[in-house]
């Protein structure tokens, strides 16, 4: 087995003192306890370089929380640092075989029925996660592109309407939108997901009648 080689911030997830609230918290033990999709094959991976430092967050809403105090890491964040260096290629892997040049994922070009657009976003739902946890820049651009490759495959399937699926009970709109979800955790000031933040919350909301989503009994 390699060497285990440790880094600077090697043990802190990017963005770990950015908090809004209480919820936000929770959202981040979440987040830490979902991952690991990619486990089983990384270990063999090459590993990955060190990452730079992230820099400060700044967007209005958001405090910011210093952490300066430096303690040796447990044994458990050693090997936990081990596989995000060797997530990386096996990552890349992943979307060379499976999805094609534009991002889209290799599959069918029509879609039969309503199911399976959650499917889609799952297939990456925890690349920006790996990003939040200490994976490098690489991934949080692949991240999100992907996520707009999906979006636009299933629009043309017939699923997707204005970026949101136009179908789904709430089990399947909270598969797919764990991805999205994570890209908060990511990095919470990209502007372009704030924006469809807002709005998909909105379509549960009086403000935005003409487009609201009308609540079934499934849900």
């Given at each position: 087995?390699r060497?285990?080689?440790t880094h600077?911030?090697?043990?802190?997830?990017?963005?770990?003192?950015v908090?809004?609230?209480a919820r936000?918290?929770?959202?981040?033990?979440?987040?830490?306890?979902?991952?690991g999709?990619?486990?089983?094959?990384c270990l063999?991976?090459?590993?990955?370089?060190a990452?730079?430092?992230a820099?400060?967050?700044t967007?209005?809403?958001?405090?910011?929380?210093?952490?300066?105090?430096?303690a040796?890491?447990?044994?458990?964040?050693l090997?936990?640092?081990?596989?995000?260096?060797?997530f990386?290629?096996a990552a890349?892997?992943?979307v060379r075989?499976?999805?094609r040049?534009?991002?889209?994922?290799?599959?069918?070009d029509?879609?039969?029925?309503m199911?399976?657009?959650?499917?889609?976003?799952?297939s990456f739902y925890?690349?920006p996660?790996?990003?939040?946890?200490?994976?490098?820049?690489?991934?949080?651009?692949?991240a999100?592109?992907?996520w707009?490759?999906?979006?636009?495959?299933?629009?043309?399937?017939?699923?997707?309407h204005?970026?949101?699926?136009?179908?789904?009970?709430?089990?399947?709109?909270?598969?797919?939108?764990?991805?999205?979800?994570?890209?908060g955790?990511?990095?919470?000031?990209?502007?372009?997901f704030r924006e469809?933040?807002?709005?998909?919350?909105?379509?549960y909301?009086v403000?935005?009648?003409?487009?609201?989503i009308?609540?079934?009994?499934?849900?």
């Open positions: 087995m060497e285990n080689r600077a911030n090697a043990f802190t997830p990017r963005h770990v003192g908090v809004s609230d936000h918290c929770v959202t981040c033990l979440t987040a830490a306890a979902l991952w999709s990619f486990l089983h094959c063999a991976a090459p590993a990955t370089p990452r730079a430092a820099p400060p967050l967007c209005e809403g958001l405090t910011t929380v210093e952490l300066a105090d430096v040796p890491p447990p044994e458990w964040a090997w936990e640092r081990h596989l995000l260096d060797h990386h290629s890349l892997e992943f075989r499976y999805t040049e534009d991002g889209t994922l290799i599959w069918r029509a879609w039969p029925g199911d399976g657009s959650d499917d889609g976003y799952e925890n690349f996660l790996y990003y939040a946890l200490g994976g490098p820049e690489e991934i949080h651009t692949l999100r592109s992907l707009e490759a999906v979006t636009k495959q299933f629009t043309r399937y017939g699923q997707v204005n970026e949101f699926d136009g179908y789904y009970d709430w089990m399947h709109h909270g598969e797919a939108y764990t991805n999205f979800y994570f890209f955790l990511a990095d919470p000031t990209v502007a372009k469809r933040s807002v709005r998909f919350a909105g379509l909301m403000r935005t009648p003409r487009h609201q009308t609540t079934q009994s499934e849900n």
